[in-house]
């Protein structure tokens, strides 16, 4: 059974820093594709990070230079480092998992979700 377990999330001021961790089980970790969306209200699921097996990594254009996705392959954790963080990153934040490589690009592919984090960026 596929798990993942989102944390580190909460309240910064713009500016600030936060991590992002994903705890994963039920799955080949290091083979399988991951990423973290985010969703504003009212709003799609979007792309932030993401991570074809233990290959490339990608990024959405709005957080290139600031965010760092990272798999800890021995700890099975999917990592989001967030660094001069605005208000317009105030979201709830998504892990997801599958097999296939597309769901790095789209929430369409992706069939594994955790629970959710919110991430509030106060100006």
């Known amino acids: 059974q596929v798990q993942l377990v989102e944390s580190g999330g909460g309240s910064v001021q713009a500016g600030g820093s936060l991590v992002l961790s994903c705890a994963a089980s039920g799955f080949s970790f290091s083979s399988w594709s991951m990423g973290w969306y985010r969703q504003f209200p009212g709003k799609e699921r979007e792309v932030v990070a993401s991570i074809v097996s233990d290959g490339p990594s990608t990024y959405a254009d709005s957080v290139k230079g600031r965010f760092t996705i990272s798999k800890d392959i021995a700890k099975n954790t999917l990592y989001l480092h967030m660094n001069n963080l605005e208000p317009e990153d105030t979201a709830m934040y998504y892990c997801?998992?599958?097999?296939?490589?597309?769901?790095?690009?789209?929430?369409?592919?992706?069939?594994?979700w955790g629970q959710g984090i919110q991430v509030t960026v106060s100006s």
């Open positions: 997801a998992a599958d097999y296939r490589w597309r769901c790095t690009l789209t929430p369409d592919f992706c069939e594994h």
